[in-house]
């Protein structure tokens, strides 16, 4: 999976439209191969994140569960305790 795909479900507050689609975008270029696409395939590039974005928003909208939302600063100091731990300190 792509590193720069996060988990987007059960934060407090929710995920941003801005997050679901950088996920989107994410996902297309992996699977598509392309880090830009060409002109000619610009629009079925575009049309793929957009659809993509709206099917997530709707499962992450539909989703339920009895855990308590993550907090987001608690997990992004978990990530660079991970990534200290893993890549060392500068």
Known sequence: MCRNIRTL??????ATDEEIHAAALQYVKKITGFNKPSKINEEA???AISEIAEVTRNLLNSLETKAEPRNREVE?????I???KRFGTK
């Not at 992004?76 to 660079?80: D, L, T, V």
């Open 9 to 14: 479900y059960n934060f407090d507050p929710l």
């Open 45 to 47: 590039f575009n049309q």
């Open 76 to 80: 992004a100091e978990r990530a660079r």
């Open 82 to 84: 991970r990534s200290a």
